[in-house]
Structure formats: C-alpha cells, structure tokens
C-alpha cells in the first residue's frame, strides 16, 4: 500500500497571475501535455479546493470557508495551507511526477509554507512562471465574468447567460456584483499586484543567495498572446526533450 516516497524528487510549477489572467486554462493545458508525455500531473488550484474542500477537512473549517467564498472575501491564509496540504497529501498517493499549483501562494507567508512542503516533500525543480496581463485587458474581462450559482464556478464573460454552466451543467449563471465595478476590480488588480511582486521578490532573492540557479527558475510570460502560444513559451522552459512524447 505504502509507495516508496523516500528518495521522491518532484518538478514543482507554480502559475501567478491576476484575476482574469488565465491561470486555471494553462494550468489545464500544460497537464494535458505534461500526461502525454507520460508524466504523472497532479494540480491543486485554490479556487477548486475552496468550492469543494477535500473530505478529510473539519466541518467547522468548511463552513468557515463557504462563508468567505459568498462573501467574497480571501480564505484565511492559515486555513488555506491546511486545505491545500490535506488535498497535496491525497494526491501524491498517486506518486506524481510534476505538482502544478494555481492560486497558491498568494503572498510571502504562503510562500514559507509552500518552500518548506517542497523541500520536505522532494524538489527537482521549481519553475515559477507569473501571466502578465495589463490592467486595461483585464478590467473588461473581469466585469463581463459570471459565477454559477449552484457550483460557484467563475466563467467568463463569453459564457452564454441563458445557457447551462459548463461545470455542473445547470442553468443558474448570474454577474458577480464585486466584479462589475470598474473601480474595486482596480483595487484588487492594485493589492494583488503588490503582494504577488513582494512573492517574486523573495524567490528571486532566495534563488541567488542560495546559488539555485539550476533548479529554480522565475519568468515572466507575456499573458495577453492567444492562449497555445503562452503555453508554448511555458513549455518550452520545462526541459521536456527528454521525456518520450
Ligand atoms: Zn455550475
């Protein structure tokens, strides 16, 4: 029953990107590849955890959680760590070869927490890519978006209102309130701009105090491009050559 997990060396990917910058699309793409190139992906996205806790969680945390959730406001740092843990800790049963993580981490604090089960767990590499997108891109993309009242799915704004929800297929969509105005999307886009450069502060000095140079890597892609084009500039950085295809 027990896998061998001494010795287990994990590729880490780490996506960051504002809202709207299509973190959950090429999170889904690059596992599409990284399994046909016969690698074992196992992907943790905040949002996902949040809307469907993992079993094993404590009644009283999932209220909590759900509370946030309709409220619209950011799941307590310490309560994401443990859902995002009990979740990891499912999934590496299944021994995987790459852990892709969207959502996470959102700041420094979560940033600790996400260095110490990478090191604890087995790092091979750790490649960090953050989805650029403008202010002005987003904006319009964020007001348009609509959320699933049966599943909390955020959709964007192309989705057809009239129609079902592709995630659970019921015919509940509505327009968040938070997201149709202009002037609280930019605040948003304004503190998470500054938490996520505060991140990428840290891992960049991290990386060159700590001579990591070979196993980490932090760019910047540009998010705006069509969608298999972002893709193209993550996987190529992910050193696949070698794996059959
Ligand atoms: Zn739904």
């Given at each position: 029953?027990?896998?061998?997990?001494?010795?287990?060396?994990?590729?880490?990917?780490?996506?960051?990107?504002?809202?709207?910058?299509?973190?959950?699309?090429?999170?889904?793409?690059?596992?599409?590849?990284?399994?046909?190139?016969?690698?074992?992906?196992a992907?943790?996205?905040?949002?996902d955890?949040?809307?469907?806790?993992?079993?094993?969680?404590?009644?009283?945390?999932?209220?909590?959680?759900?509370?946030?959730?309709?409220?619209?406001?950011?799941?307590?740092?310490?309560?994401?760590?443990?859902?995002?843990?009990?979740?990891?800790?499912?999934?590496?049963?299944?021994?995987?070869?790459?852990?892709?993580?969207?959502?996470?981490p959102?700041?420094?604090?979560?940033?600790?927490?996400?260095?110490?089960?990478?090191?604890?767990?087995?790092?091979?590499?750790?490649?960090?890519?953050?989805?650029?997108?403008?202010?002005?891109?987003?904006?319009?993309?964020?007001?348009?978006?609509?959320?699933?009242?049966?599943?909390?799915?955020?959709?964007?704004?192309?989705?057809?209102?009239?129609?079902?929800?592709?995630?659970?297929?019921?015919v509940?969509?509505?327009?968040?309130?938070?997201?149709?105005?202009?002037?609280s999307?930019?605040?948003?886009?304004?503190?998470?701009r500054?938490?996520?450069?505060?991140?990428?502060?840290?891992?960049?000095?991290?990386?060159s105090?700590?001579?990591?140079?070979?196993?980490?890597?932090?760019?910047?892609?540009?998010?705006?491009?069509?969608?298999?084009?972002?893709?193209?500039?993550?996987?190529?950085?992910?050193?696949?050559?070698?794996?059959?295809?």
């Amino acid at each position: 029953m027990t896998k061998k997990i001494k010795g287990r060396r994990i590729n880490w990917l780490l996506l960051f990107g504002a809202a709207g910058a299509g973190k959950g699309t090429q999170a889904a793409r690059i596992r599409e590849i990284l399994e046909k190139h016969g690698l074992r992906v196992a992907l943790l996205a905040t949002g996902d955890l949040f809307r469907n806790p993992p079993g094993t969680l404590d009644r009283g945390v999932v209220s909590q959680i759900s509370e946030n959730m309709k409220k619209g406001v950011l799941v307590d740092d310490a309560v994401t760590m443990v859902i995002a843990g009990e979740a990891l800790n499912a999934k590496l049963e299944e021994d995987p070869d790459w852990v892709i993580l969207d959502g996470l981490p959102r700041n420094v604090f979560q940033l600790a927490a996400v260095l110490f089960a990478m090191t604890s767990i087995g790092l091979a590499h750790f490649f960090t890519f953050e989805l650029a997108v403008a202010d002005s891109l987003l904006i319009p993309r964020l007001q348009g978006r609509k959320t699933c009242k049966s599943c909390g799915k955020v959709h964007p704004a192309s989705t057809d209102l009239a129609g079902a929800c592709p995630k659970c297929g019921k015919v509940t969509l509505f327009i968040r309130d938070d997201d149709s105005n202009p002037k609280s999307i930019r605040n948003r886009l304004g503190d998470y701009r500054k938490t996520i450069s505060s991140v990428l502060d840290a891992l960049r000095k991290l990386i060159s105090t700590l001579e990591l140079k070979d196993r980490f890597s932090v760019e910047t892609v540009d998010g705006s491009l069509p969608e298999d084009s972002v893709t193209d500039r993550i996987i190529k950085h992910l050193d696949l050559q070698d794996q059959p295809a």
